[in-house]
């Protein structure tokens, strides 16, 4: 292979623009102009090339997994609920008012979140049988409906 510039032969010609055009040039011509067909370049990847930030769309993320946030309705779920009070959820924040207790307090209390003792008073939240004696317990209160009517005190 000969340069075009000097017309060595060499091995290996580098495609070089000089000025306006591009020429075959040895490595020592190739100096005086810009390289612009550096030899065997691996050609890149059509896709999926590393650090390309394009990412397929509509796939899961592998490891996000479908595990959430248990709710405090799932951790309860299975446990019957007894009957209660009409009045149950108001008896607990009657309760907890005259204890001058906040609702974090009474969740720390119960081994509860406050937000649990929140829905719990709004009546959104029916409490488990076991939480319900663990808050007749803390509080005092009595909130399960009884069901044989004796009791003639
Ligand atoms: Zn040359």
Redesign the pocket.
């Known amino acids: 292979m000969l ?1 075009e ?4 032969e ?1 091995p290996m010609l580098s495609r070089v623009r000089l000025e306006r055009s591009v020429l075959s ?2 490595p ?2 190739a100096k005086f102009g810009t390289l612009i067909d550096p030899v065997p370049s691996p050609a890149p990847a059509p896709s999926g090339a590393p650090g390309s930030r394009y990412r397929p769309e509509g796939g899961v993320t592998a490891h996000a997994g479908p595990r959430r946030r248990l709710e405090e309705r799932d951790l309860y779920q299975e446990i019957g609920e007894m009957e209660l009070v009409p009045d149950w959820n108001k008896r607990i924040r009657l309760a907890r008012e005259a204890r001058q207790w906040t609702p974090e307090v009474l969740g720390k209390k119960l081994n509860e979140k406050k937000s649990v003792v929140l829905k719990i008073e709004s009546g959104s939240f029916h409490p488990p049988d076991a939480l319900v004696r663990k808050i007749e317990h803390v509080l005092q209160v009595r909130l399960r409906a009884e069901p044989e009517t004796a009791g003639t005190s």
């Not at 510039?5 to 060595?8: A, E, P, R, S, V």
Request: net charge neutral.
């Open positions: 340069c510039m000097c017309g060595k060499v040039l040895c020592d011509c």
